[in-house]
Nanobody, 121 residues
């Protein structure tokens, strides 16, 4: 069974940095895409950053130039480096992965449990 475990969240002052990690465990053949979403209180969940299996990436306008998404296939891990954090970045951050169990298997999707990021002013 495939699972995602996120880590790296916490409390940081405005202007600070955090790096989130998301490790996928299970018998995964490959990834089509790996992404980070976030949900602030009272708001809808939004896409923060995504990276595809061919390493193309895109970002929400609000985080461009501050956040960087990357992944290490040898570790089945996706990272989100967050710099110049501000209080508007406060949210629960969720990892989301599109993966396949076999080379021509059907695409599957899974969410992590979320990790809290709080930025104080």
């Amino acid at each position: 069974q495939v699972q995602l475990v996120e880590s790296g969240g916490g409390l940081v002052q405005a202007g600070g940095s955090l790096r989130l990690s998301c490790v996928a465990s299970g018998n995964i053949f490959g990834f089509d895409a790996m992404a980070w979403y976030r949900q602030a209180p009272g708001k809808q969940r939004e896409l923060v950053a995504e990276i595809t299996g061919i390493r193309t990436s895109h970002y929400a306008d609000s985080v461009k130039g501050r956040f960087t998404i990357s992944h290490d296939n040898t570790k089945n891990t996706v990272y989100l480096q967050m710099n110049s954090l501000n209080p508007e970045d406060t949210a629960i951050y969720y990892c989301n992965v599109d993966y396949r169990l076999r080379r021509l298997g059907i695409p599957r999707n899974i969410w992590g449990q979320g990790t809290q990021v709080t930025v104080s002013s």
